[in-house]
């Protein structure tokens, strides 16, 4: 058995207005969960970072990762961006933003929902699949505020997300306004694939990136909530397998107060299989 990872995201979009702080921090710290806790010695890890995540480059490895993978491979995919909705021909997709997206250039220089279901299709029967976002826009219920209390001291949040241009927006709501319907989530129902989502399909700016002051440098470290909380959640249940980590994450930042609200799907709508199991 083979576990593969693949890493990808952007701090720099290489788009005026669009750069993040907490993205590649956020890769390092799901690489270093991986090896750490669930066996080193069986990964194969690749990163696109930046310059080199266009969305081309991210999508022709993803398809050459699930051609190599076998029944009992495991293959997960994390990703810490910026995600955005784009009207795509007669339909509205949830997509993740690639280095040098660019609005006229819509589908090739985003990565679609609908691209990820078919790259996932590919797989072999018996691979397992994990897909984790930290981007806005992508997972499966609707925002509801969750922030009844003040916020916590200390914390500071910059909102995670990308606006359309004018001439999107008057798209997308023109297609709601023909019956379109939004994707419920960004992998849909596909049953092999277990899909975590910092965030609801109809969210945009209350997905977070955190900031945490090192108390004796001064020096402020940026991590996106989703992911940041995940490797939290890792180290504070050693027992757990991957799919449950991502259903207590979702509990981890509500009891946090974030408004973001976190989602996972599976088969059935949750995440019911054990799929990715630390070792004993």
């Not at 495991?74 to 955005?84: A, E, K, M, R, W």
């Not at 219920?141 to 999107?168: H, W, Y």
């Amino acid at each position: 058995m083979k576990q593969y990872g693949i890493l990808v995201g952007c701090n720099d979009f290489g788009v005026e207005g669009a750069s993040l702080r907490g993205c590649i921090n956020d890769l390092r710290g799901f690489y270093e969960m991986l090896a750490t806790f669930f066996n080193y010695e069986g990964w194969e890890f690749d990163f696109l970072i930046d310059q080199r995540n266009t969305a081309e480059a991210q999508r022709q490895l993803i398809a050459k990762i699930i051609s190599y993978a076998v029944s009992g491979d495991i293959v997960v995919l994390h990703n810490s961006s910026h995600g955005t909705k784009v009207p795509n021909g007669n339909k509205i997709e949830s997509a993740n933003c690639a280095y040098g997206f660019n609005w006229n250039k819509i589908p090739e220089t985003f990565v679609l929902g609908s691209q990820y279901q078919e790259l996932f299709k590919a797989a072999k029967p018996g691979v397992l699949i994990y897909f984790t976002t930290d981007s806005c826009c992508s997972g499966y219920m609707t925002r509801r505020g969750l922030l009844s209390k003040p916020e916590p001291e200390n914390r500071v949040i910059v909102p995670k997300f990308v606006t359309q241009p004018a001439d999107i927006q008057w798209k997308i709501e023109h297609l709601k306004k023909t019956g379109v319907v939004a994707p419920r989530a960004m992998i849909g129902e596909m049953v092999d694939v277990a899909f975590g989502s910092g965030c609801g399909p109809l969210e945009t700016d209350y997905i977070a990136d955190v900031g945490e002051t090192d108390p004796t440098t001064g020096q402020q470290t940026w991590f996106g909530a989703y992911s940041r909380n995940f490797r939290e959640t890792a180290l504070a249940y050693p027992g757990k397998s991957f799919a449950e980590l991502m259903k207590i994450t979702c509990s981890v930042l509500a009891h946090k107060q974030y408004e973001q609200v976190p989602t996972t799907y599976g088969p059935s709508g949750i995440i019911d299989r054990p799929y990715l199991q630390r070792p004993a």
